[in-house]
């Protein structure tokens, strides 16, 4: 039986501080995976429409892939569940069997087979995060966090610039001139849980050079925001698919999402190696994302902003609102200032009225601006609702309601 909208009251009146209701959500959220995402033959499957069923079973792209392992170590470890402990298994394998070419692990694959070969650093950072979380819920995956660290190190890492490059073709013959933030930001993200999962400081130092180097000094090319897109010399490419906003990886534009998403980050970092300016700069990104992309009339906040801070990109995606409440709880955490609680409140509000599918769970992906749906197709390649679980388990270790040790 379908679940009635609910009201704008009946939103405002619930509790998505509760431990219950985050719990009973990322299980509700699993849920609408679970039934249909394994596939015996290797893997899982990445396509699903609105009422969970794959549209594409023929199709593997290594952000699912990394993602789904992610997924299902984190309820195994949470919920002490032995099927999501072999659903990471499971995945892990496909990682190994049919990803990992010898040279590095590959971008897709069809009825797997090698698509692309190109090898992205936004990928292997993926791998590290799907390693580390699956090491955390008791699985011996430390030769594959090595491995793909190792790879970043060798092929990506360009030390003059302290930061990764982003892309090379197949076997590393040859890296690509672009560089990225969202490669280093996710790098960045990877290396928090390695450390949480090693406890080796090479880790942890990492993190702290790629959360510097991007949140304060590629940050002052921009007026102290975060400009997604450089010159191979890590200058700012104001260009860079300026006729292409909507690229999946790439969008032009200022990205809300990657504000609050670093602000996240830089509270998680302080929990480690606390310096001042991680808040005074987690503050300021959350501030401006806030700020200049929240809709106020219809609520949720926009995907892109240009320069000139007018939006460039009005529609509303699933992960920016989530990454958005996440780093809401986590100011909060460190800040206790009031502000943070009441926007926490506020962008699960409209998320819960409308990005959240509360007849067959999972979130919808985009809506347009004005909260409406282009399709059916609710988790094409990419989108496993890592997002939003994992901003559920931060929100639950940020407001001290969670039996999981904090990071």
Known sequence: MSCPKLSTWAAKSMDFRSPTFLQDHIKATLAFYTPNAFDPSGGFNHYFRDDGSVYNPHHRHLVSSTRFVFNHAMAARYFGDSQHLDMARHGLDYLASHHDDGHGFLWTLHDGQPEDRTMHCYGHAFVIVAASTAMLAGIDTRAMLQRAFDIMETQFWQPQHGLYADEASAAFARQSEYRGQNANMHACEAMLWAYEATSERVYLNRAY????????????????????????????????????????????????????????????????????????????????????????????????????????????????????????????????????????????????????DRKYGAWYRILNANNQKYSDEKSPAGKTDYHTMGACYESLRALNASPIPAR
């Not at 602000?263 to 700020?291: D, G, H």
């Not at 892109?304 to 955490?333: H, N, R, T």
Request: charged residues 20%; aromatic residues 18%; glycine residues 4%.
């Open 209 to 356: 050079t790629l959360a510097s180097n991007i949140c304060q000094r590629q940050a002052r090319l921009a007026d102290g925001m975060i400009w997604e897109h450089y010159t191979d010399d890590w200058q700012i490419d104001w260009d860079y698919n300026r006729d292409n906003p909507k690229h999946l990886f790439r969008p032009w534009g200022f990205q809300p999402g990657h504000h609050t998403e670093w602000a996240k980050l830089l509270c998680i970092l302080y929990r480690f190696r606390p310096e001042p300016w991680m808040l005074t700069r987690a503050q300021q990104l959350f501030n401006v994302a806030i700020s200049v992309a929240w809709d106020p009339e219809r609520g949720g906040l926009y995907y892109g902003f240009a320069p000139d801070l007018s939006i460039c990109d009005d529609d509303k995606y699933f992960w920016v609102q989530a990454e958005s409440f996440a780093a809401a709880a986590c100011l909060y955490q460190h800040t206790q200032l009031p502000e943070y609680l009441d926007w926490y409140d506020k962008i699960w509000q409209y998320s819960w009225q409308h990005m959240v």
